[in-house]
T-cell receptor, first 116, second 111 residues
Framework: AQTVTQSQPEMSVQEAETVTLSCTYDTSESNYYLFWYKQPPSRQMILVIRQEAYKQQNATENRFSVNFQKAAKSFSLKISDSQLGDTAMYFCAFLPPSGSARQLTFGSGTQLTVLP | NAGVMQNPRHLVRRRGQEARLRCSPMKGHSHVYWYRQLPEEGLKFMVYLQKENIIDESGMPKERFSAEFPKEGPSILRIQQVVRGDSAAYFC?????????FGPGTRLTVL
C-alpha cells in the first residue's frame, strides 16, 4: 500500500515571498501520478498541479512548481510570489498506475498562512 | 460545463437516522469516488464506482454504509443509523483518465 507523508502541519510566509511545502511518499510502483490539491476555508478541493512519474521535467503552473525527485520519493511544492489567496490547507496525493486501485492516497496536509 | 455537483451541502441528522448524500459527476465522466474527511485530517478513500458497478469498496466501513451509482441519476452514499463519529465532510470526485475533480462536499453533522 502507498503512503504519503507531509511533515509540516503548519507553515507561514510573507506576502510576495516564496515558500516550499514538503511531501514524501512510499510506493513500489514505477509509474504513477502525483498531485497537489489546495483546500481553502470554503473546503472545496482544488487541483493545483500534477506530475507524471515517467516525466523527468518538473511540472509548473504559473506561480506553482514542483521539485520531483523520483529516487528520493520526494515531491515538494514551491509557491512563488505568495498571495493572500494562497492561504489554505495543501494536500499532496498519490495515484497509482492504471488498474483497479485508482483511488487517491492523501497526506495529512499542510496549513499555509500567507501574512500581509 | 458544470463541475461535480453534490447535495445537500450541509446535512444534520440525529443519531439513528439515515443520511443520503448525492453526487452528480461531470459530464462525460463515468467513474465516481467517495472520500471522507474527518476534522483536522486528510481525505480518506471510501469507495470507487462505475455506472451500475462497485469497483472497489475497500475503504468503506463494513456496516451501515453503502453506495450506488445507477444507470440513470446521481451516485448515492447512504449511511444508516448514523452515529456521532460519522460527522465529517464527504467528498465525491469524478474522473476521466488520470485526474479527479472534486465536488464541494457534503458536511454531515450528527447530533
Amino acid at each position: 500500500a502507498q503512503t504519503v507523508t507531509q511533515s509540516q502541519p503548519e507553515m507561514s510566509v510573507q506576502e510576495a515571498e516564496t515558500v516550499t511545502l514538503s511531501c514524501t511518499y512510499d510506493t513500489s510502483e514505477s509509474n504513477y501520478y502525483l498531485f497537489w490539491y489546495k483546500q481553502p476555508p470554503s473546503r472545496q478541493m482544488i487541483l493545483v498541479i500534477r506530475q507524471e512519474a515517467y516525466k523527468q521535467q518538473n511540472a509548473t503552473e504559473n506561480r506553482f512548481s514542483v521539485n520531483f525527485q523520483k529516487a528520493a520519493k520526494s515531491f515538494s511544492l514551491k509557491i512563488s510570489d505568495s498571495q493572500l489567496g494562497d492561504t489554505a490547507m495543501y494536500f499532496c496525493a498519490f495515484l497509482p498506475p492504471s488498474g483497479s486501485a485508482r483511488q487517491l492516497t492523501f497526506g495529512s496536509g499542510t496549513q499555509l498562512t500567507v501574512l500581509p | 460545463n458544470a463541475g461535480v455537483m453534490q447535495n445537500p451541502r450541509h446535512l444534520v441528522r440525529r443519531r439513528g437516522q439515515e443520511a443520503r448524500l448525492r453526487c452528480s459527476p461531470m459530464k462525460g465522466h463515468s467513474h465516481v469516488y467517495w472520500y471522507r474527511q474527518l476534522p483536522e485530517e486528510g481525505l480518506k478513500f471510501m469507495v470507487y464506482l462505475q455506472k451500475e458497478n462497485i469497483i472497489d469498496e475497500s475503504g468503506m466501513p463494513k456496516e451501515r454504509f453503502s453506495a450506488e451509482f445507477p444507470k440513470e441519476g446521481p451516485s448515492i452514499l447512504r449511511i444508516q443509523q448514523v452515529v456521532r463519529g460519522d460527522s465529517a465532510a464527504y467528498f465525491c470526485a469524478s474522473s476521466r483518465y488520470n485526474e479527479q475533480f472534486f465536488g464541494p462536499g457534503t458536511r454531515l453533522t450528527v447530533l
